[in-house]
């Protein structure tokens, strides 16, 4: 029988793997990873979109202007 968690699976493991509390410099290293990561991630998904629809600075420039 499968319990379905109110956490997904990558909260589970982040409580798992930091269950001691961490100093403050650690910390705020440890979220500036986690927000590099999730930066690079949207960047890398945006380029693609960018790819697909051949967009460009001028498609920018347009968007502006609305």
């Not at 590099?36 to 979109?49: I, P, Q, V, Y």
Request: no cysteine.
């Amino acid at each position: 029988m499968l319990i379905e968690s109110p956490l997904s699976n990558v909260q589970l493991e982040l409580l798992r793997m930091f269950s001691h509390n961490l100093n403050d410099d650690d910390l705020t290293s440890l979220k500036r990873i986690l927000a590099n990561f999730f930066a690079e991630r949207a960047s890398d998904e945006m380029g693609k979109l960018w790819d697909e629809n051949g967009w460009s600075d001028e498609t920018m420039d347009k968007w502006l202007e609305s």
